[in-house]
């Protein structure tokens, strides 16, 4: 193939990349990819797939646009019959093209919930059937259904919470300085906790006070309170009543009497994190206690703690995760995108990854190298290292996502330590070894990458976690 010629048909936009993953399941000892989107500059290597010695991969971030792409394998340059293909001046060639996505996010890697893929062509599905499937589900209901708030709570700890009238910037340094990402919101004139202030809330707060500069000042930051934050956020959600007043939002919360199940059931019913676990010595809900933050990450535990032992009754914990509908994954040649899978580089402006987790509606974003290979992970609790020598206050266009990074490099938190960021799994893992790397204090997600390289495949969230197992 002519190196110095571009295949026709290829169009960009602008910064616009797609990650796609290419398979060629037809064996080989060496197998490398090239395509008009690297313009047939490049012999892409495929890795094998572990357990399918048949089976090559290989993840590229493609432009906008129609593609075509041919396999070289051991020297001899071939095309899959299974995929579309055409003729063209360079033979037969496979083709592809990014028409059907949104293309007007810049930088978005876009990805759908899995399905069974090529991968598997060569290798023995593990299969389970769906009265199994729901057999554990509901071994997995009537356990967290007979099990109480109660047991979540720790034996010693502490919880945070502040004061509604609390100047942002000083609520942002305490939860920096507390080593933790959200605190319950304290209002003392009503007598009782209000909300939640989260790293969702300095994320939207840094990027609205942004709008109206190129810098924050630390006394706008200072002027600006919890509560005011909390109006002009139902402002902005368009959460007023018939005379334009904000509509305050209730306190999502649960009782130490309240089963598991409906406190997993309202964190995802609500799309939230965590809600306070609170205790009133009165009927009129006068006098509240706050015990402590539930989470799915500490009921999951309970789950795997129970079940470990046993798991002959739950035999979905058995399978591995590719062969579950589990999970945010690259998309394969041909399969539309149903929701966004957000990477970046290190080299990326931290206003574009702050904007990415508000677009895209995700709570972290892989950081990657050149080869799409993980590095790092920037996620939204990563916002309070911003407090540090007020870096909130600088152009937050000309930081990048590794200077964000640095910012919390001596962090070490019992919340989340370095060494539970990059949390990474394999699609051959099983889900109960999934599920127990998740039930780790301050683990929220798994990145799923490829063996040997650390090339993203996807990710798998708590969220992920619970909406299948409760169905």
Known sequence: MNPARDAGGVTTAGMVLFTIQFT?????????????????????????????????????????????????????????????HKNSEYGIVNTFDTLNRP????????????????????????????????????????????????????????????????????????????????????????????????????????????NHGSNLTEEELETHTISAWKEIKAYMNGKVDGNGRPIPRHLIYAGPCDNLKDVALKILQNGVAIIPVIHSSSEDGSFPQLLHLASLSGILKCICRFFKHCSGSLPILQLPIYAIPLGTWVPRIGESSSRPFAMLRHTASLSSALNMLIQAQVSSIPIVDDNDSLVD???????????????????????????????????????????????????????????????????????????????????????????????
């Open 24 to 84: 060629w399941p037809h064996g080989g000892r060496s197998v490398f990819l090239s395509g008009s989107f690297n313009r047939w500059t490049e012999l892409v290597p495929m890795s094998q797939v572990e357990g399918c010695p048949n089976v090559f991969q290989a993840i590229c971030a493609v432009p906008h646009g129609c593609h075509e792409y041919k396999f070289l394998v051991d020297g001899e340059w071939r095309h899959d019959e299974q995929q579309p």
């Open 103 to 210: 293309a007007e996010v810049p930088q978005y890697l876009f990805a759908i919930q899995h399905r069974i893929s090529a991968v598997t062509l060569n290798q023995a599905m593990p299969r389970i059937s769906e009265e199994d499937v729901q057999a554990s589900r509901h071994h997995i209901s009537v356990f967290l259904a007979a099990h109480t708030a109660y047991e979540l709570l720790p034996e010693s700890g502490k919880v945070v919470a502040l004061d509604v009238d609390l100047p942002v910037k000083q609520a942002f340094h305490i939860l920096s300085e507390q080593g933790i990402p959200m605190a319950p919101l304290w209002d003392f004139c009503k007598g009782k906790f209000v909300g939640v202030i989260t790293p969702l809330d300095f994320i939207l707060i840094l990027r609205e006070l942004g």
């Open 377 to 471: 992970i920037y996620c939204r609790s990563d916002i309070t290292a911003l407090a540090k020598g007020r870096a909130y206050t600088h152009n937050l266009n000309e930081m990048t996502v590794y200077q964000a990074l640095q910012l919390g490099q001596d962090s070490n938190t019992p919340y989340e330590t370095r060494s539970q960021r990059c949390q990474m799994c394999l699609r051959t893992d099983t889900l109960l070894k999934v599920m127990e790397q998740l039930a780790n204090p301050g683990v929220r997600r798994l990145v799923i990458v490829e063996a040997g390289s650390n090339r993203v495949e996807g990710i798998i969230s708590l969220t992920d976690i619970f909406k299948f197992l409760l169905g």
